[in-house]
């Protein structure tokens, strides 16, 4: 099992997935210059937001599992925006946590890959609650193998991961 703390955030920006960011989250359909400007002004002041990335992995038989969070604090942020009656603020940081979370998985499957000598395309990562995967509960399975526990994550009674913004996934050479 290997832990990974302290993922430099110019790691992880250049790997956010602007076109889900921008049409998915944001919902900024044609309007990509406005979507690139908001995310500028964003990243300049990530440092109010207390990330905490981290990532845990371990490699299992034929698969690797892995597991990344951004932590709390990002979300905590964003609720004192919303607390605030700043909804603008608070809708694009949550889109932002999401895509960071996101990115932040990229990395670790990228990173995994060339620790393990795999290429990257040769490579496919599925996650519980995905049409994939459909099985949420097998959150559950993935958090005992990982011992999510070691970066700050646990789950829910509803299998969510807690905190929101964490994902799970199985890297599987194709």
Not at 35 to 56: A, D, H, N, W
Request: with cysteine; net charge positive; glycine share 8%.
């Amino acid at each position: 099992m290997q832990i990974i703390k302290n993922v430099p955030p110019k790691n992880i920006f250049p790997l956010i997935n602007k076109k889900w960011l921008f049409l998915g989250l944001w919902k900024l359909k044609g309007r990509k210059a406005e979507g690139e400007k908001i995310l500028s002004g964003l990243l300049k002041r990530s440092g109010e937001f207390g990330l905490e990335p981290k990532i845990i992995y371990v490699s299992y038989g034929e698969f690797i599992l892995l597991a990344a969070t951004i932590g709390k604090k990002m979300k905590s942020f964003a609720d004192k925006k919303y607390r605030a009656g700043e909804y603008a603020d608070y809708f694009y940081i949550t889109g932002l946590a999401s895509a960071l979370a996101e990115a932040l998985t990229e990395y670790g499957h990228k990173l995994i890959c060339k620790r393990f000598g795999y290429k990257y395309l040769k490579t496919i990562r599925i996650s519980p609650g995905y049409p994939s995967w459909p099985d949420l509960k097998d959150q559950r399975k993935i958090a005992r193998v990982l011992n999510l526990k070691k970066i700050g994550v646990t789950v829910s009674k509803s299998c969510q991961l807690v905190p929101e913004y964490s994902t799970t996934s199985v890297i599987v050479r194709i």
